[in-house]
């Protein structure tokens, strides 16, 4: 064997290494964040209210809450998966505790990232039939299940309407809610609300991006696992 074809496998093999070991560094970052409120779950207080207001956010918590925050969320977007995992049942507990009221603004720009091309555009409908009822608890369930264990991969299969009002059943739902998203309801209004959080989201941050967490025009580094806290002592 040459020397050259020596080093050329040598150097393939060390290149091997780096990529197992950036790998493994990476898994290991990942799986070190601590899960915020752990065991807490999704909101619980029947006192929660949520509203679909007329730009198309959706507000979660109680009338008198200390403090709102925009939550800009793309279904299909896996850090909003992330967000969600890591601290979702902590706002949970801050809603239920009046201290934290959410404004999801749920946006569609990797509707063609799905299979059908059109999921995003579908599940922000479904949160929006959801939200259209007005149960707090039941719609912080639905959205937890569809941002967790329940959120299709990027560049693979997605939930069809009749899945998503299954999800919606299960958090509670009642029929004509699930009947709203079986049958695509408020997929035209979820499109133009969409296309509307997205233009305000560019003009607050420069860009589109998922998440995007705004403290009125704050926005937050979701990067220190300590912002609820400092968002909502």
């Given at each position: 064997m040459s020397s050259r074809t020596t080093y050329a496998l040598g150097g393939v093999a060390l290149l091997v290494i780096v990529l197992i070991v950036v790998l493994v560094v990476r898994w290991n970052s990942d799986h070190s964040l601590k899960v915020q409120g752990d065991g807490y779950g999704p909101v619980?207080?029947?006192?929660?209210?949520?509203?679909?207001?007329?730009?198309?956010?959706?507000?979660?918590?109680?009338?008198?809450?200390?403090?709102?925050?925009?939550?800009?969320?793309?279904?299909?977007?896996?850090?909003?998966?992330?967000?969600?995992?890591l601290y979702g049942q902590l706002i949970a507990q801050k809603i239920?505790?009046?201290?934290?009221?959410?404004?999801?603004?749920?946006?569609?720009?990797?509707?063609?990232?799905?299979?059908?091309?059109?999921?995003?555009?579908?599940?922000?409908?479904?949160?929006?039939?959801?939200a259209d009822a007005g149960n707090g608890p039941v719609y912080s369930k639905f959205h937890t299940a569809l941002f967790t264990t329940k959120q299709p991969s990027e560049n693979g299969g997605d939930l069809g309407n009749e899945q998503l009002a299954a999800i919606a059943a299960e958090a509670g739902a009642p029929a004509e809610v699930q009947q709203?998203?079986?049958?695509?309801?408020?997929?035209?209004?979820?499109?133009?609300?969409?296309?509307?959080?997205?233009?305000?989201?560019?003009?607050a941050v420069g860009e589109v991006r998922t998440p995007t967490v705004l403290d009125g025009s704050n926005d937050l580094n979701l990067n220190d696992s300590g912002w609820v806290d400092k968002v909502a002592p």
């Amino acid at each position: 064997m040459s020397s050259r074809t020596t080093y050329a496998l040598g150097g393939v093999a060390l290149l091997v290494i780096v990529l197992i070991v950036v790998l493994v560094v990476r898994w290991n970052s990942d799986h070190s964040l601590k899960v915020q409120g752990d065991g807490y779950g999704p909101v619980h207080d029947p006192a929660v209210s949520v509203l679909l207001d007329s730009d198309g956010a959706i507000v979660l918590g109680k009338a008198n809450a200390a403090k709102t925050i925009d939550v800009y969320e793309d279904p299909m977007c896996p850090n909003c998966g992330s967000l969600e995992h890591l601290y979702g049942q902590l706002i949970a507990q801050k809603i239920d505790q009046g201290k934290l009221a959410v404004r999801y603004r749920l946006v569609n720009f990797l509707d063609q990232k799905s299979g059908s091309k059109d999921y995003s555009t579908r599940a922000v409908a479904a949160n929006e039939c959801v939200a259209d009822a007005g149960n707090g608890p039941v719609y912080s369930k639905f959205h937890t299940a569809l941002f967790t264990t329940k959120q299709p991969s990027e560049n693979g299969g997605d939930l069809g309407n009749e899945q998503l009002a299954a999800i919606a059943a299960e958090a509670g739902a009642p029929a004509e809610v699930q009947q709203c998203i079986t049958k695509g309801q408020r997929v035209d209004s979820a499109r133009n609300h969409a296309q509307s959080a997205m233009t305000t989201l560019k003009a607050a941050v420069g860009e589109v991006r998922t998440p995007t967490v705004l403290d009125g025009s704050n926005d937050l580094n979701l990067n220190d696992s300590g912002w609820v806290d400092k968002v909502a002592p």
